[in-house]
């Protein structure tokens, strides 16, 4: 419970977090109250250990000295209520920041020179990315989360960035069976409206996508939006200049998703 007790590395080791970005995640638990058992500080350390090292119950119940498994996975319990209560509303999800926060401090001048006209369009760039599960006792919920890509069982957010890697939202998780590919699950999240995107984005706001995104653009048209997807060839030997051109916007920039880290 005492703040000084461990070095800062030790917090990044077992948390993830440093001393001062644990402190501070800790200062915005503020439905949480400390218990007979546990500090709001301990509970907080054994969610994070939890998710970062992946270790058993039963250990982190060693490690943490409490009386059993059973114990730690109602902590963790406590602590995720906890963090969607007080964290995730204000720092996730299109709800936590406006378009013009994002236009005045999110995106790149590179992103505005390239791929708008100017208009005070919103460049955001879209990706599918995964979180890893255990394999389910469930049939349904095993097959479902089966990826035939990865060979492991996971499920798949749908994460969206400004075009300076700043996270918005993560819409999901989704299943990754064969109906739920990158393009199906955007689509989705635009036709029922997911977090209130559409009430968001404004016409002539632009998505910048890989080809993996190729069955979802004329929804997104639809809706007014424009989208910046690498050109296909499409029997060609080689694209023509104005084409490879865009191409290269794209991958200028799309490569703070495929690079970024939470």
Known sequence: DDPGALENETYKTITGLDRDHF???LDKLTTMRNSRLRSVRVALAIFLAKIRLALSNRVL???????SKRSVSRICHQVR???????VPYHVGFQHVSRETILAQHQTMVAT???????EQVVLIADGTYLFCQKSSNNEFQRRTYSQHKHRHLVKPMII??????????????????????AAILKHCMLNDEQQVLSWLRD?????LDR???DTVNTLNRHGLQVAMPSFLHN???LPADEANRTRFVTKNRWVIESGKI
């Open 81 to 87: 209520v906890a963090l969607m209560q007080d964290f």
């Open 113 to 119: 020179e390239l791929l708008t006209n100017g208009r």
């Open 161 to 182: 960035t400004a075009s300076d890697g700043y996270i918005i939202s993560s819409l999901g998780p989704f299943f990754t069976d064969s109906l739920n590919n990158d």
């Open 212 to 214: 993996g995104f190729r």
């Open 236 to 238: 060609r030997k080689q």
């Open 23 to 25: 402190n501070d995640l």
């Open 204 to 208: 002539n706001d632009v998505l910048v």
């Open 61 to 67: 119940a060693c490690v943490f000295q409490l009386a």
